[in-house]
Nanobody, 126 residues
Framework: QVKMVESGGGSVQAGGSLRLTCVGS????????MGWFRQAPGKEREGVAR????????AYDDSVKGRFTISQDKAKNTLYLQMNRLKPEDTATYYC???????????????????WGQGTQVTVSS
């Protein structure tokens, strides 16, 4: 079993920054790919960034490239999302996700991730 807990969300003005943290426990050590997703009210959940744990290879959605940075601290079983130059359209609930099952990194395919955190709210005002 894997448990993940996000934190770091909050309310900021446009142009501000936030750093999201996702701490994993249980079988989290066997993670393969980890991702950050977000879901705004009335919209589908979408991928924001992902990292392949073994190599550190990262990928980003075009909407956040150059503004967001995903990183990991393996020793602390922790995943981060540094969000800079935030925009009102970044407002959403942000979720971390982990792929545990064998296979290639699912990138932003939601069904490819096995475990999810409970989410943390990010609100950006103009």
């Amino acid at each position: 079993q894997v448990k993940m807990v996000e934190s770091g969300g909050g309310s900021v003005q446009a142009g501000g920054s936030l750093r999201l943290t996702c701490v994993g426990s249980g079988a989290f050590f066997s993670r393969r790919c980890m991702g950050w997703f977000r879901q705004a009210p009335g919209k589908e959940r979408e991928g924001v960034a992902r990292i392949f744990s073994l190599t550190g290879d990262t990928a980003y959605d075009d909407s956040v490239k150059g503004r967001f940075t995903i990183s990991q601290d393996k020793a602390k079983n922790t995943l981060y999302l540094q969000m800079n130059r935030l925009k009102p359209e970044d407002t959403a609930t942000y979720y971390c996700a982990a792929q545990i099952q064998p296979g290639g990194c699912p990138d932003f395919e939601i069904s490819g991730y096995d475990y999810w955190g409970q989410g943390t709210q990010v609100t950006v005002s103009s």
